[in-house]
């Protein structure tokens, strides 16, 4: 039998660690990943590239995925599920496929800020915020609209680089309010003692110049807004066609196969799983990683003619960063409920770091050891709650 053409399109968590597990397959397979930037993006470390304690947060692709994969520099304009082609917005020759994997992650809604707000998400966001956080002047209020942990991550981070700074983070609901009690208020109490301000239970409805108009007729002095509230896929699913729900995510079922075109499977932020096996599933490197590995399974499944298995995926903990010198580890279910038991301040911090370069580590294992990777099973579909708000 010839080789099998496998396209991925996107090269995150989920992308790269499939691309390598069905690289270092038995199969014959050929497979390309289709990228818009050369380089491997650790999304996690981005709070630390705006606020200047890090130079970036670009890796080389070229040490993260397999050497015989074909990586293509290029953003997919248009995906072709009856002729199994995709299109690329350069105009370059489409590329056909055998299996299609749609991994092509999410940002934060930084195309919903207000003018006058930096949009927060990327690498080059992350750049633009950085440069304008060096022009600020001593005493300058910065705003982060959003308390979800990239809120939590980029305003303590901010404070700590910039101590003449007035850091103000806001939420529409309460800051931290999805930890336990005692996680809450470790967080709490760092935020504060980095000098950052909290306003909960508020809503920004408008950026005017360097004033921010909140819900209840409130208005808040900023010279420095950044947005930072909810994540967003992009439309690519959608206008090719392809299943997809309110939110413009690829439907999949249980093993994540795409149902109306079984060729085509997804991972990561932009899919929708089933609630069966993925109500609990949160937007994170967390999960993309199980996802983008048992995806590289249920292809190879497909192509061994065997029945794929349904995704079982779970959580251990939450690792929250609380600038250079702090952090909290937050015990959680499989279904990410939080545990009473955390850890906290700077053994929490060196912990998280060493977490965010394992990251990598699992990637690379996968290019000398196919099928290395492992993760927490999910929780049985009668334990799963309902989700916390957005973190």
Known sequence: MSARDVVIIGAGYAGVMAANRLAGSNHDLRVSVINPVADFVERIRLHEVAAGSRATAAVPMGSVLAGHV????DSASRIDPDDR?????????????????YAVGSG????????????????????????GLTRLDRGATVSIVGAGLTGVELAAEVAQ?????????????????GLSESGATA?????????????????VQQCEGSTLV??????????????????R????????????????????????SCPDY???FGAGDAVRVPDSVGRHLRMSCASALPLGAHAADSITARLENRAPAPLSAGYMIRCISLGRKSGLIQTVTPDDRPRRFVVRGRLAGVAKEQICRMTLSWLKSELRRGGSFTWPKGPLPADVSVPVEAR
């Open 214 to 231: 909140c819900s209840g007729g409130i208005t808040l002095p900023s010279d420095c807004t950044v947005w930072a509230a909810g994540f």
């Open 108 to 131: 934060l809604v930084s195309s919903g800020a207000p003018d006058g707000a930096y949009g927060f998400g990327d690498a080059e966001s992350a750049a633009r915020l950085r440069a």
């Open 85 to 101: 082609r995709v299109h690329f917005a350069s105009g370059r020759e489409p590329i056909g496929y055998d299996v299609l994997l």
């Open 161 to 177: 680089k910039y101590p003449q700074l007035r850091v103000r983070l806001i939420s529409r609901g309460l800051i931290a309010g």
């Open 70 to 73: 074909d990586f293509i520099e």
């Open 233 to 256: 896929v992009p439309r690519l699913a959608r206008d090719s066609g392809l299943p997809t729900d309110a939110e413009a995510r690829l439907i999949v079922d249980e093993s994540l």
């Open 187 to 203: 967080v709490r109490t760092r935020l504060t003692a980095l000098g950052v301000e909290m306003v909960e239970n508020t809503d």
């Open 262 to 264: 079984p060729e085509i």
